[in-house]
Structure formats: structure tokens, C-alpha cells
């Protein structure tokens, strides 16, 4: 059945006799939106993305989609408007919410492209949280199953990594959780950075106890601390956190799968549970308690209390680059791997605690005295039989007949004559008095050398695996210095050359490996990709046919290979390769694809649909088969940036010799851009066509795609317009290519100020940054990057002149206030300084500190004003302010204890001092 288009305002899909439904439908929330996307491309972490930087101070109602799904035990609430979140888990028999259940949208900027809302569940993919699409429109399509379930799935196409990730949301018939499955393909071909994790918040109280099995804690640096016992508090008790800052923990050391919140005063708790080979990370993060995390409550809801985050992940910890010195490194994501995984968030009531979790039941167990116990089990779905209790040696101490019904507490207290050991049902264990703690090593070997060559190839690879490729680059040519050998050095500098374009150095690199080793993986695999770019075609299938006799790059290689042949007409090659692609990769999204071009049967997008119901693939192929049409193909694309999906489909067909596809689906395309028009004219070969494509829309149009090199390399070539020069200096600058970007740019040919700032950030010349101003003289971040660089350069009275009327008509825009400051403290003007900072409204940003430092650098350089003019009780005045931690500004105020005071204690006792000790 072919996906759903967009859906009406309301649909229920319910049969008659069952309680599973399906809505969707338009609800009202309270919302505080987000504006203003930065048009200049930073070809940075989150290229090509852009950031938003506005976020509105007071709310007002609108409308969004949602989507409930409903059972006899749960009423699950989606947003797919807002990156897919799960809003919503409500336990009908216990009338409670399991997840934070913010009353309001208050967008503020905590992602990586800014807007962030805290509560229910979000999903995290690419290279970093808070994901690119956490606050953004996604695909999603709702669906009653054959099974009496009822499912939403979500889905997008992850730009930073170049990959596609869809989670179903399964709300099932008869048991008490919600399934998500996850369902990710690496499209690209190359090894791309792996990061994962799903962010679920609960509601934070004094009785919240956090449920994590564990012996120890990882931080995001690696390092670990003894669990939950340390520093003299228990760090599972929500109430014994009264101390520090934030505190951010990945509590390991345990082979339970399950972690979760339980409210000791209600005997109310939420899990998630997950087999360990698909979520071994676990992690939680609580605000400061001081006001350093309390500021967060009023910025992030309207009335409800602080929250905790519970989350799952994929790795052991959410690393940072420190994290490599330490077992806790990174790995990538496999060329056209797919990933899959299941887990589950439930509720549980009534057992007074949980001490094992299955998908049976969660199962507490209390030992009053030897030999005695009490016994309670919360079912998650209907059990009936012999319910029987044993020793550790097998044998049965205690069995009852019994039914037990979903959601219904079951509590015993028995009085056993031995020590129990395992309880089960059916035969089936549902509990065991093991431990499950694991002797995983957590502290690097004493022996591992980081600075040796294989210590250098190893942070190599983990900083590409992050997505820090100018850094990794970096690492591996210090190991190649000391070994110009390595070959992992080698293979890891030949997949960065090959991201960069330079297929001839990657090609030699490859080359240099296999005279060392003629079966190295990655160096048969990369060489063989860098060999089909040279148009070296029967050294890119050698290369590719010896890596397909590995493991590792089996199928990865085999998809490679049927492509090529696919290109080079041999169909019957290229769909050997491709079957053969799916022996170890049944889920290759990629080769189903190809496929599907060998022998276009119906079932293949069957498969691909059963896969990811999500996928755009079956869809555009009804679309060019005539079956379906461009609107038709346009609603079934939900998320933000629809056109990115075609492009992404056009250069797939081109790249397999498919141009007619190619040029029909961008044409099917309902949104026309200069990148777009660019790709259509080349693939027509129709220079004519680019003297009309320049002026197509081209805000916000970023390529980062490499096949995108070409079409704009020739419509520079055929027509030299500006347009087409911007966007190959950005392709080229994210490609690592700076000069070739700056020298693409000369000229003054463009009246777009976008282009001139761009130009400033690569040459920091003050001219561009005077031209995007003058061509858009209302863009606060033109001028505020003109002030900034004349300060910078110390021309402060003339960075004064461009600021400060500037900033008596945009008083409310609080980065030109900022900017304003930091002028006028370059200027010594603290007096102006301060009554400009008293009038700023500051919305923070998580971790920012900046604006605090500022207002008390300003306080403190106007008391030591008034000390050298003997104004004393005035300096006074001043060092007391200086102290203060003024809310307006977005920074919290730290426990005392915290805060380093001395400068302020110096200067009052200087004051003191001149005052005669008074």
C-alpha cells in the first residue's frame, strides 16, 4: 500500500471492537517560537544547516499537529512538527504521566541549530545532541497493523552524515509500554561519524529515585567515579544532589538492561528496557539545584517544575574528544550499513520499587529476614500459570497458580526456608538474585602510549568517527611523521583525502598500503572508490572485488561493485553483487535500490517500504512511472527541507548512469532553487538554462553534497555568474579547500550581502564586512561583525560609530546590545556599559557564561573609578553589585562555595583600606 500522503486535520482509524486508535489531529499549545535563520553558510560543525537565533519572550497560541495512539493502559502524544518528540506517555490505570509533560512549546537555544524544548522523548542521530531535527518538521505516517497494534513513524534525512534514520513508535494491543524501533542506513558509501541517543526527561522532586544498575559512572571526558556512592552522596537519589553544578553521568558497570525514575511518596515509576547489544549507553543529567540550574524551570515551561534527563545511547557515553584517551573512544558508521534496534519505555506502580526488568513484568523484591521476602510483580502484558519461586540450587520453594493481567500490581509476602534465588512463570525467569556486575575494564592501560603511532592512528579515527576531519588529518600525518608506514594512518588519511575530493592522493595513499598489505579493507575499498573517480575502471573493481573477500567491508564492497556495473551496463553483474550485498546486509537499503533498477518488480518496494515505511524511494519511482503525481509525491514529504530529499534521489540516479531519472525527479520537484535549476541544466547539458537558474531563490541554499562539485564546477565554467561562484566556494571551503573557495570569490559582482559576509569569514577583510552592511543595512550580523573586527583591530571610536546607532533602533536584539558592550568596555566607557546591560533581556544558551563576566568586569572597573576619584562608598556600591548574579542577564547563580570571589574581597579591602579601615 503505498505511504500515506500528507494527513487531513483529523483522521481516526479504529475498529469497532478494540481499544488500540490512531489520531491525528491539530492541537493548541502555548508556544514561544524561534526566528530568524542565519543566511551566511558556516561551514562549521552544523553545515549545512542553519542556526536560528531569535527566540521569542512571550507566548502565544498555535496550532501543531499531533499524533496520539492509544491502548487500554497508554495515550502516547507525537510532534511530528517538532522533530518527531514523544510529548506524552500517560498511565491510564495509574492516572500519572511517565515523562515530563511540558503545558507549553518554549523553544529556546540549547541544539545545535538553537531551538530546543524540553519533556517527553526526542531522538538524536549525526554527529552531536541536541540533532539538527530535534525541533524541526519530520516525515511521519501513522498506520493500524495487522497485529491489532497501532504504530507512527517518524523519520528524516540526516544532512551531517548523509544518512536516513526512521523510528517506529508501536503502541501494542495487549501490554503496557511503547516500542521504539529504530531503522538507520548509511547511504553515502563512505564511513561516516556514529552518534545515538534518545532523551527522555522526567519530572524532578525530592522523592525521585533514579534507577540505574551500576557500579561505576563515565563522564563525557572518559573518566569514571565509583556509583552511585560518591563524594559522601548518593547520587541515585535525586534530594542528595544539593551540591556543585549540573551533573551529566553514563552509570556503567552492569549487565541490566533496563534503567528508569521511580517516585518513592506515589510508588510510581518509568523504565526503558533494551536488549544491551542494541542500548548499552545509559546516561542521566540533573540541573544544578542552585539557581545556576533553577534559571532553566521559567525559561523552559510555564509552571511546571525542573525536570531530569534519562537517556539511551548506542555508546557507552556521549564522548567528547577527551573521551579518546580512555577506553571510552568512537567508532563509524560501516559504508551502507544499516542499523536496527528495539526499546521500550514503560510504567510501573505498586510493587514499592524494581529490582529486575523483562518484558514479562518488573519485579521487586524485598528481604525482610532470612528466608522471608516480599514479592511484587507489575505485569507488562497478561501471564497465567505456575508461579514458582526457587533456591539457588533449582529447586522450588514456593508456587501458586496464578493470572496475572497487565498493569495490575501482584504483591506476596512470603515466608520461604531458605534464601530465594529466582522467581519464574511459566517456566520463564522473571527474576534472579545476580548481580549482573560486569568487569569491563574502565581505566586505560598503563601501557598505552597516546603520543606513540598507533596511540596517534587511534585518535585518528575516533576524531573522523566525531567529525573533526581537518583534526584527524592532523593526527594521522603526526603518526605518519613517526611511521611513514602505518598503514592505519594511511587508510584513515586516504578516506579524508577521498571526502576532500584529492582522488589522486587518495588513490596513492590506498597504493602505499597494499604494496605493504595487498588485502588491507579499507585500503582496497577507498582505493577502489578514488579508482572509479580517476576513471580507472578495472583498478576500482580489483581493488572493490579483494575487498569484498573481507568481513568487514564485505558488503559494502559488493554494493560498490553492482553499482559500477550497474553504470557500466552490465545489469546481470550488477544484480549478482547486489543479491550478494544482502547475505551479510539483509537491510541495504541501497542495494534494494539497485535492484529495483535490474529487475523492477513491485515486491522490491515492498521490502524497501516494510523496511522503512518512510523511505521517498518507492514513492519516486511510482512518480516517474507515471502512477503518481508530483504533488501527490510532494505530500508524502513532511519534513523541512523537502528539496534536499530530491537532490539526494537525483544524484543517486546520476551517480548509476540513471540521468533521465535523475532529470525527471528534480523536475518533479514542487520547490525550485539555484542549486537545483544548476543540477537540471548540467544534466541536459543546456548552458542556456544557467543564465535563468542564477536568479532562482538562493537563501539558505548550501551545497555539501561532493557529486555537486561538478554541475557547479561547469556552470561557472559555461557562465562565471556570481551565484554559481558562492556556492562552489562553500562546497569547497566544507570540503576542506579554503583557497580554492576565497579565489572563487573575487570579484564584486554581487549585489547579495549574504555572499560578502561569507567572503569576510574566510579573509577577514573589513571591506567585505563594510559591503554586506551597506547592502543590508537592517542584518544585525553584518554589523555586528563589522564592529566586532574594527574592535578586534582596535579602531574602537569607529567601531562606536557603526554600533551605537545601530543599537538605538534595535535596542531588543540582544546580540547587538552584546556587541555594543564589548565596544564600549574596549572604549573604557563602563558607565554607558552598565545602563546598556541593565536594559538586556538575556535568554541563555546552555553552558554560556559570558554575559555575567562581563556585567562584573564592568562593575568592578567603575569601582576602581571611583576609588581613584576617592568616591568610596560609591566604589563600594559597586563591589557589592559585582557580587550579584542579576537574573535578566541568563546565568544562574552557583553555590556559593563555587564562585571565586577574590578579586571582589581584594578590591573592597583596598577600598576599606582608603577609607581608613572603616
Known sequence: MRRLALLPVFLLLCAALSAQSVTVKDTVMRTYGYSDPDPVPRTGRIYPYHRYQSFALEGEDRLWKMVVLENDFLRVKIFPQIGGKIWSVYDKKASRELFYDNPVVKFRDISLRGPWTSGGIEFNYGIIGHAPSCSSPVDFKVEKKADGSVSCYI??????????????????????????????????????????????????????????????????????????????????????QKFGR??????????????????????????????????????????????????????????????????????????????????????????????????????????????????????????????????????????????EVRDAEGKGIYSENVTFEPGEPFNRTLSLGTVPASVYVRGDRIWSSDTRQTERPHQIDKDFDKTSVEGLVIHARCLQGMGFYDLAEEYADSALAGNPSATGALVTKAALRYRAMDWEGCYSLCNKVLSIDAYDPGANYTGGLAAWKLGKVYDALDRLE????????????????????????DREAATEYAAKSLVGNAWNMTALQLLYQCCPDREILDRIRSLDPLSHFPDAELCLAGELSPGQLDEGITEEMKWQNYLHLASWYHEIGLDDKAIRILDACMEDNVLLSVWKAWLRKDPVALEEARHRQLDLVFP??????????????????????????????????????????????????????????????????????????????????????????????EAEAVIAPFYASHKDNVHVADAYVRVLMALKKYRKADKVMASMQVLPFEGQSATHSMYRTIKLEQAKECLGRKQYGKALEYVAQARLWPVHLGVGKPYDYLIDTSEEDALEAEIRAAMGGK
Open 246 to 387: 549540573d551533573k551529566s553521568l553514563h552509570p556503567g558497570g552492569s549487565q541490566k538492561g533496563y534503567f528508569g525514575a521511580y517516585w518513592e511518596g506515589d510508588d510510581f515509576g518509568m523504565l526503558h528496557y533494551a536488549r544491551r547489544d542494541e542500548k548499552p549507553g545509559r546516561k542521566y543529567f540533573t540541573w544544578a539545584p542552585s539557581e545556576e540550574g533553577s534559571i532553566w524551570i521559567d525559561l523552559l515551561t510555564d509552571g511546571n517544575p525542573q525536570y531530569v534527563e534519562l537517556q539511551s545511547g548506542r555508546l557507552f557515553n556521549q564522548n567528547m574528544v577527551q573521551s579518546n584517551d580512555t577506553p571510552f573512544k568512537q567508532f563509524l558508521f560501516t559504508p551502507y550499513g544499516t542499523d536496527e534496534w528495539n526499546e521500550y519505555w514503560l510504567p510501573f506502580s505498586g510493587i514499592g520499587g524494581v529490582d529486575e526488568v523483562t518484558l514479562k513484568a518488573v519485579v521487586n523484591i524485598e528481604r525482610t529476614d532470612e528466608g522471608s521476602m516480599h514479592l511484587g510483580i507489575y505485569p507488562l502484558r497478561r501471564l497465567a500459570g505456575v508461579l
Open 546 to 569: 579483494i575487498a569484498a573477500l573481507t568481513t568487514e567491508l564485505r558488503s559494502a564492497a559488493q554494493t560498490a561493485l553492482a553499482k559500477i556495473h550497474f553504470a557500466l551496463g
Open 155 to 240: 523519520g528524516v534525512q540526516e544532512l551531517l552524515t548523509r544518512t536516513r534514520w526512521m523510528v517506529e513508535i508501536n503502541l501494542p494491543k495487549d501490554a503496557v509500554w511503547v516500542r521504539t524501533r529504530t531503522f538507520w542506513h548509511n547511504y553515502s558509501g563512505l564511513q561516516q561519524p556514529y552518534y545515538h541517543w534518545a532523551n527522555s526527561a522526567v519530572t524532578a522532586s525530592e522523592d525521585l529515585n533514579l534507577v540505574y544498575p551500576a557500579t561505576y559512572s563515565i563522564g563525557h571526558d572518559g573518566r569514571t567515579t565509583p556509583y552511585p556512592f560518591d563524594q559522601g552522596h548518593d547520587f541515585s537519589k535525586y534530594s542528595d
Open 704 to 797: 555539501f553534497r561532493s557529486e555537486s562539485f561538478e554541475p557547479l564546477r561547469w556552470a561557472v565554467e559555461e557562465n562565471g555568474g556570481w551565484q554559481f561562484r558562492y556556492l562552489l566556494a562553500m562546497l569547497s571551503d566544507y570540503l576542506g579547500d579554503d583557497s580554492s573557495a576565497i579565489g572563487l570569490l573575487l570579484g564584486d559582482d554581487s549585489g547579495f550581502a549574504p555572499y560578502y559576509s561569507y567572503r569576510f569569514t574566510l579573509t577577514h577583510d573589513l571591506e567585505d564586512a563594510r559591503k554586506a552592511a551597506a547592502l543590508d543595512p537592517d542584518e544585525w550580523r553584518y554589523v555586528c561583525d563589522l564592529a566586532g573586527e574594527l574592535r578586534n583591530r582596535g579602531e574602537y571610536p
